[in-house]
Each structure stands twice: as structure tokens, then as C-alpha cells.
């Protein structure tokens, strides 16, 4: 199995341009998660999927940040516009119930706002 | 409100030297309890889940363990490849999210 896939790996941007983070879970897992973390505020759940669906969204920060899951095999998470204070890692996390409450996490996307 | 601390922030040890981590939470319920092991640059890797007080899972030099109140993660006779970042996370009853600890920097000295 390839695992979660996550892509762009690293993003550099200007203040006020437009971000989209990719990931793609692990096939067959009915569950997505997307976390940032920061040193000063370690990881912290912005939304998750259930069969595609979004459930909690309350750890979004602002009207800034979008997720979306067009299908069982691909999720975004958008922001705009972004700003230096959202410079961190993303990472998105999948899970199959059937197997258990274990979330496999991806590598990562680590993202510079300057 | 539901929350998870770790202990101590960062760790030094010599190798061969065991020590223990601690995870403390306070949460409405417990569903599950997890370790995480995380390397620099990387994603965190599942290491164990524990579901109930007493319950005790091992992998190679790492044993973690639970009580009602915390968990430790004990390391016995650690090598320099076991430095990395443990987090610990619990999942509260009737609840499909995960709240994270702080985490703890482990390094070990060849």
C-alpha cells in the first residue's frame, strides 16, 4: 500500500496568493483528516471526512481556509488568501472503521506564507 | 475540557540508558489512547493504541502502558535510531476526533 499521499511537499508563497494542499488517503478508508502543526500550538484537527462528507469543520480557522472531498480517493484544503500566520505543516490522515480508530498520517505538506 | 499533556517537553538519554515518557489526559471518556513516533520532516507513524486501564502493547524497546489518569511509553536499553518526537493522543467516547500532546523530543547519545 503507498499510504496517504499529500502533495505539494513544500509550498513557498506570498502573503494574499492563493493555496491548495492535495491528498490522497489510503484506498478503501472511509475517513479523512486534515491537521496543521506548529511548534507553539502542535498538531490540531481543522476538518474531517466521513464517506466524503465534511463532519467538523470547528478547527478551521477562519472563512479563509476551504476543504473539500469530490471522492473517496482525493481531498483539498484551500487558502485564501493566505497570510504569514499560516505558515506551518499540513498533514492530512486517513482511517478505515472497519479495521479500527488508528489514523495513518502522509508525509506532509510544509507551507512558508512570506 | 478534554486534554492531553506530556512529559517531561525533551529528553537526553545515553544508549542503554532506559527511561519512561508520560502522557497525562483528562477527558469525559476514553475511547482509545494512542502513541505516535515522529522523525523530522516526516509524517507521524502509528506505534500503539490502548483501550482500557491496564492494558500493556510492546514493539522491539518500547512498551506503553495505561492507567485511568495516564500512560507511559517505556523505552528499554534505547538506540540512537529510536530518537524522534512521541506523541501521545486520546479519542473521547462518541467522538471521531483525536486530541494531541505537545509531544516529547527524545534523543539518544551513541
Known amino acids: 500500500d503507498a499510504g496517504v499521499i499529500q502533495s505539494p511537499r513544500h509550498e513557498v508563497t506570498e502573503m494574499g496568493q492563493e493555496v491548495t494542499l492535495r491528498c490522497k488517503p489510503i484506498?478503501?478508508?472511509?475517513?479523512l483528516f486534515w491537521y496543521r502543526q506548529t511548534m507553539m500550538r502542535g498538531l490540531e484537527l481543522l476538518i474531517y471526512f466521513n464517506n466524503n462528507v465534511p463532519i467538523d469543520d470547528s478547527g478551521m480557522p477562519e472563512d479563509r481556509f476551504s476543504a473539500k472531498m469530490p471522492n473517496a480517493s482525493f481531498s483539498t484544503l484551500k487558502i485564501q488568501p493566505s497570510e504569514p500566520r499560516d505558515s506551518a505543516v499540513y498533514f492530512c490522515a486517513s482511517r478505515d472503521t472497519g479495521l479500527g480508530e488508528t489514523q495513518y498520517f502522509g508525509p506532509g505538506t510544509r507551507l512558508l506564507v512570506l | 475540557e478534554d486534554q492531553v499533556t506530556q512529559s517531561p517537553e525533551a529528553l537526553r538519554l545515553q544508549e542503554g540508558e532506559s527511561s519512561s515518557l508520560n502522557c497525562s489526559y483528562t477527558v469525559s471518556g476514553l475511547r482509545g489512547l494512542f502513541w505516535y513516533r515522529q522523525d523530522p520532516g516526516k509524517g507521524p507513524e502509528f506505534l500503539f493504541t490502548?483501550?482500557?486501564a491496564g492494558e500493556e502493547k510492546e514493539k522491539e524497546r518500547l512498551k506503553a502502558t495505561l492507567t485511568k489518569k495516564e500512560s507511559f511509553l517505556h523505552i528499554t536499553a534505547p538506540k540512537p535510531e529510536d530518537s524522534a518526537t512521541y506523541l501521545c493522543?486520546?479519542?473521547?467516547?462518541?467522538?471521531?476526533?483525536?486530541?494531541f500532546g505537545k509531544g516529547t523530543r527524545l534523543h539518544i547519545l551513541p
Open positions: 493522543a486520546v479519542q473521547v467516547l462518541e467522538s471521531d476526533k483525536i486530541i
Open positions: 490502548l483501550y482500557s
Open positions: 484506498s478503501g478508508h472511509d475517513y
